[in-house]
């Protein structure tokens, strides 16, 4: 027993005395690697890392590299994008009413000018100025830019009698044969308003006055005389008293 063990032990002794030298060489091989990979690591840092069995060199050379590619890529501009081209878009019409013009259908053209005179036609408005003498306006303007506000009626017109440059004055005579002067700068518009025969319409019913909003009217004699100057009496009579 004693002689196995003793061959045993010396067996083993060979056997770690051999594999010395291996672990030797594996030693010398791995610093060879790991100078080979930090040459390697060194000279291919921009690269991104060493080749092969490179040791720490050849790994922090790469791990530099990856951090400087990362700051690269974070300093680099975006590309603007490019806004895009508005669509034109057609011009907006104001829309409004007029008075309508004696003599205008639908479809027909009207033009309104501040600027110069237009075509003497019915519908088209031009200051008073710019007009012939003798022409029908309704719809005249006496401040300039507020609007019209004689001949608006249905019906009623004016016609331009003459012009006064100096005053800058236009004459007019009105339906009510009353003639006057207004401003020459003012608009009107060519024509007879529309409608002439609505003075002629029949109401037909009290109602219809009531639909419009106006309410009756009582007259003074047929009251007494606490309420009105014509009250009272017998019978159709105003009692004697002045008329109001």
Not at 35 to 45: A, L, M, T, Y
Request: aromatic letters at 2%; proline letters at 8%; a positive charge.
């Amino acid at each position: 027993a004693i002689a196995a063990i003793a061959t045993a032990a010396a067996a083993g002794g060979a056997a770690a005395a051999a594999a010395a030298p291996a672990a030797a060489d594996d030693k010398s091989k791995d610093g060879d690697g790991a100078r080979d990979g930090s040459g390697d690591g060194d000279n291919d840092g921009k690269g991104g890392g060493g080749d092969g069995d490179g040791g720490e060199a050849g790994d922090g050379g790469g791990s530099d590299s990856g951090t400087a590619t990362a700051a690269a890529a974070t300093t680099t501009t975006p590309t603007p994008t490019p806004t895009p081209t508005p669509t034109p878009t057609a011009p907006k019409h104001r829309m409004q009413y007029i008075l309508c013009p004696q003599g205008i259908r639908v479809g027909s053209t009207v033009i309104s000018s501040i600027d110069g005179p237009v075509d003497v036609q019915p519908g088209n408005a031009m200051p008073l100025r710019d007009m012939p003498i003798g022409t029908v306006v309704h719809n005249v303007e006496l401040t300039p830019g507020k609007g019209g506000q004689l001949c608006r009626a249905a019906g009623t017109s004016a016609q331009l009698l003459e012009k006064d440059p100096a005053r800058k004055l236009a004459l007019l005579r009105l339906a009510s044969k009353e003639i006057r002067f207004v401003r020459w700068d003012g608009l009107a518009t060519v024509g007879v308003c529309s409608n002439p025969e609505h003075k002629n319409q029949s109401l037909g019913k009290a109602g219809r006055n009531r639909w419009k909003g106006r309410r009756p009217r009582v007259r003074g004699v047929a009251m007494n005389p606490v309420d009105h100057p014509h009250g009272g009496g017998e019978g159709k009579t105003a009692g004697g008293r002045p008329s109001c």
